[in-house]
């Protein structure tokens, strides 16, 4: 809260504090701006995931929704959910633990270019056995 300097008028030379009805906004715009630089420097470190060659196609981009979920299958054949690396047994498992009791419920499948067709075949066919039907390729657009 910030002080005044007021005389009061009395004459007599003697200095009465009196408080004023303003707010001090400085402190406020230092914190904004320190957070504001954390989170451009955190952002785009948020975005990290499974590094794939996707294969290039003519497809136009999804809208943005929600954060979806994402299978991945890199050129090796390992399989992973979101970022965690998991046997094709588990993928299931947790696709219904993640999707709760939804079976429509959109799974993204991110094959690197490299990936035998076999292994994401069995990947997909698994997904689909499971009840889960909304699925999606995801592929990099054609670079012109």
């Known amino acids: 809260m910030a002080v005044s300097l007021d005389s ?54 999804l809208p943005a929704g929600e954060e979806p979920l994402t299978v991945t299958v890199n050129a090796d054949g390992l399989i992973y959910l979101q970022e965690t690396e998991i046997p094709l047994t588990e993928l299931v498992p947790r696709l219904r633990a993640i999707a709760g009791t939804g079976f429509d419920a959109r799974i ?22 499971a009840g889960f039907s909304n699925l999606g390729l995801v592929t990099d657009p054609v670079q012109q």
């Not at 076999?118 to 689909?128: L, Q, S």
């Open 8 to 61: 009061g008028g009395s004459g007599r030379g003697r200095a009465r504090w009196k408080p004023k009805a303003e707010i001090n906004v400085t402190p406020f715009v230092d914190v904004m701006l320190v957070l504001l630089i954390v989170f451009m420097i955190t952002a785009p470190l948020l975005t990290v995931g499974v590094p794939v060659n996707l294969p290039e196609t003519e497809a136009r981009n």
């Open 108 to 129: 993204y499948i991110r094959a690197d270019d490299g990936a035998a067709y076999g292994d994401v075949a069995r990947v997909m066919a698994r997904i689909n056995a």
